[in-house]
């Protein structure tokens, strides 16, 4: 019977799950994928640190670089984690000692996965990271394999549980975005240093990566990011009486041969799938030809969800066959516009906050035909005992920098009272 | 560049549709296979019938068996269905001459997958059915690759597009079953003969492989299966009013080291992701430890999903490894036990038509205690003018036995009206 000697490099929460799943199901991976993977080495910053998991004597490297260049290793798991410092120097140094590697690390292929998958291919090496984006949903390599026949137009979805969970708490129980994330991180659904998370960049790794596998391209930095910290109680009860919700939502779409990426908070239709997508779960939606659309949900995060993905990638190279990381050649992805969104067009939600009186609504109004906005709807909330007046605006499909700009000529008027809001609505 | 030369066998809308997407997409499957896909020869049963695809002269062979012992066919496609006659006849004999197959054929494989496995494993050769549960869902793949690491406890779902699009159309539009069922015929979401699509049989099918992949065990033929005909619009009513739609589901799960499949309609709670599947999608739940609760949805029939998943296939072929066709090998597989549903318990929805006059109710609920099952809510609903009345009882968690004893008891009294209805809820 054929091994495959593993090291793990990092034993946070997830690479101790995964050192302990390895040692319970030995026999059950070997039976499905014919070879038997053996955790040979690992090592973490703190060798004193305590742990729960039963490292022996000689399975510790005090150097985790040396684990590129022992003999007795073929495959490395890095789980240290970020773009920079000793994992990208330990993924690097891997695959140009021709081990495979299996990463979570998100951050590293959104910004290396090009360079790392040309040293992959040339060296005939694997390298795997499904674990990278949305932990339990099987997305990357249902694009590989499962979804491979599909011209891909469109990709998007849910891809980070802490906004999520903090999005739909504030809904469901009429709390403040900073009652509910106190309340996220007490439970362990935000980190204590959640602002990854929450400013849209940690989505943000994850379209790149899933955009290139759509789109057989090169990974790409133009991207729009928008985070969730400026959406309000307000805004998610206007939301509400509109007949939306509103959900953190990474798109990457090809139309007329470009290719837009955006990170925005989204306002859509309470009845559709995505609205119902409720808590720390993930959501991936494809639009395919010939498949139509194809969907997948699950747990996005955690040291479980994230083990099933690790093993996934990890059984892939035990049954031993090399694949180029992003499913194509270096030599055939391609290289495709990618466009910023000012030119693309969205239907709006807007808000203004306002001194009430006369005159302001017409100016307002003024200004959105003046830029070419039409308005399709617009609710007026006068606040009596403040003399102020919150004036909601839903437009018609209109160029992202037309709506950019009517927000900034508004924002300097002399009756607006806090910094106007624009959340781009999906109709879809 | 290596070559695979293809032959396919059947050439209805599937099998069509998968020759135009070979021809159209040669170029992109050798690039993301790094081999070259070639149909080398068709077949079907009428050469002379009228078909919109271009086939060459000498790629049609007038025998079809011949697929099977010509050197220069690599793969078949078995596109002819049906679990016996000439499907089985070429996939046997494919297989024994060690062609690799692939196949949309869900009745085949749930019948004879394991002696086609034994022989394919035997001769080195894939065979791969992707295709032949829920089209355009790669739940197959997800289950041998992407969700390999887990432990599956459940997995359920809809399975038939035609029999959800009737269920949901007559909630909807307050229709008819058979109204509903004229209006699919026309629409093309039902065939000119339903009967597989209706009484279960095909979600039988599709359930048994996924059961097989999921537990690891041999196919087992103990399955309950209940179609949809006697569900009418009296039943979908009460059970929006109880606050539930109903839905074919299957069901397989293992519960104290015993699998139970079954397939029946279901009362499932009208804000559960399952209910809000309408139309002819298709979505598979699956509970897997470490994974959690994943979910795949899409389109589960018609040409184009098939042939996505039919590529899914050719593609894993094409990049040459050979995999067990029920991802462990013959002597891996489990015989697991399979228990009929008879010990198993359900709370459930009965429903009795009765001539209403004094004692019926009583009668009917001594009946109940005698038998075991408590009674969780009750409603009944008298109809002056036909001086009946119609009792709908909600159970506690009750033995199916029990419940059908009870529905066999009351079916005899004078007292009833019609045959009375039992319907299983699923509070999950």
Not at 273 to 288: P, T
Not at 321 to 327: D, G, H, R, V, Y
Not at 339 to 347: P, Q
Request: include cysteine.
């Amino acid at each position: 019977m054929k091994k495959l000697n593993i090291a793990i490099i990092g034993l946070g929460n997830i690479g101790s799950h995964l050192f302990d799943y390895l040692s319970d199901n030995k026999k059950f991976l070997t039976e499905k994928n014919n070879c038997i993977p053996i955790v040979k080495y690992v090592s973490a910053k703190n060798k004193k640190k305590k742990r729960k998991i039963k490292i022996k004597k000689d399975q510790w490297l005090s150097n985790y670089l040396d684990s590129t260049k022992l003999k007795d290793v073929d495959l490395i798991i890095e789980l240290i984690g970020g773009a920079e410092g000793p994992a990208k120097k330990l993924v690097f140094q891997a695959l140009k000692n021709k081990k495979h590697v299996v990463t979570a690390n998100k951050a590293l292929i959104a910004k290396y996965g090009d360079q790392l998958a040309k040293i992959a291919e040339k060296n005939r090496v694997n390298l795997e990271f499904e674990a990278s984006v949305c932990g339990g949903v099987p997305i990357i390599r249902s694009l590989k394999e499962g979804l491979i026949a599909n011209k891909i137009s469109k990709i998007y979805g849910i891809f980070n549980g802490t906004s999520n969970y903090i999005l739909s708490t504030m809904d469901k129980q009429n709390k403040s975005f900073n009652e509910v994330l106190s309340d996220a991180t007490k439970l362990g659904y935000a980190e204590t240093n959640p602002t990854a998370d929450l400013n849209g960049d940690d989505v943000s790794s994850k379209l790149k990566i899933l955009s290139s596998l759509c789109f057989n391209s090169f990974l790409n930095n133009k991207i729009y990011v928008e985070g969730i910290k400026d959406i309000d109680k307000a805004d998610i009860n206007n939301a509400n009486t509109l007949g939306y919700k509103i959900k953190l939502l990474g798109f990457a779409e090809l139309l007329n041969k470009k290719i837009y990426q955006r990170v925005h908070p989204t306002l859509i239709k309470k009845d559709s799938y995505v609205a119902s997508i409720d808590g720390v779960l993930n959501a991936v939606i494809v639009d395919g030809t010939p498949v139509g659309q194809s969907t997948i949900q699950g747990e996005g995060a955690g040291p479980a969800a994230t083990t099933s993905a690790l093993i996934s990638d990890i059984s892939s190279i035990l049954r031993g066959n090399i694949k180029f990381p992003f499913s194509l050649s270096n030599k055939e992805r391609k290289k495709l516009k990618f466009s910023d969104i000012s030119n693309r067009s969205f239907s709006a939600y807007l808000r203004f906050e306002v001194i009430d009186k006369p005159g302001v609504l017409s100016n307002i109004t003024n200004i959105f035909s003046k830029n070419k906005v039409s308005i399709k709807r617009l609710v007026q909330n006068p606040d009596k005992n403040k003399r102020s007046s919150s004036i909601i605006i839903i437009t018609h499909n209109s160029k992202d920098k037309y709506l950019k700009k009517i927000l900034k000529i508004v924002a300097k008027k002399n009756y607006v009272k806090r910094k106007p809001k624009l959340i781009r609505i999906d109709d879809n």
